[in-house]
């Protein structure tokens, strides 16, 4: 049974730093779009970057660029998601998506498999 997991997640000061993993069981990364998602209380779920299965390359979305990167490790089927810079906002879920063998999409809908999520805030 394919499963995600995510950890990492909690409490930060403006300008500090988050790792977040996602965990992926039965899963072959190199086959598999992973995507990172942020939800505001109350919100849709936003996408703040995709990792291409063509060139490895990473998308970043929105204010994230510049300050936000993404690493993998695929012999342990772990995907990261480096937070660096981290702006003030209210508590969120963060949350990583795979879809194998798919297209980077910015839909949350066009993922298959989700993770369970993990609280992130930034505040002083």
């Known amino acids: 049974q394919l499963r995600l997991v995510e950890s990492g997640g909690g409490l930060v000061q403006p300008g500090g730093s988050l790792v977040l993993s996602c965990s992926a069981s039965n899963l072959r990364l190199q086959d598999t779009i992973i995507s990172w998602f942020r939800q505001a209380p109350g919100k849709g779920r936003e996408v703040v970057a995709c990792t291409r299965i063509t060139d490895g390359r990473t998308d970043y979305y929105g204010s994230v660029k510049g300050r936000f990167a993404t690493s993998r490790d695929n012999a342990q089927s772990m995907a990261y998601l480096h937070m660096n810079n981290l702006k003030p906002e209210g508590p969120a879920g963060h949350y990583c998506?795979?879809?194998?063998?798919?297209?980077?999409?910015?839909?949350?809908?066009?993922?298959?498999?989700w993770g369970q999520g993990t609280q992130g805030t930034v505040s002083s």
């Open positions: 998506a795979a879809e194998v063998y798919g297209s980077c999409s910015e839909s949350s809908e066009e993922y298959e498999f």
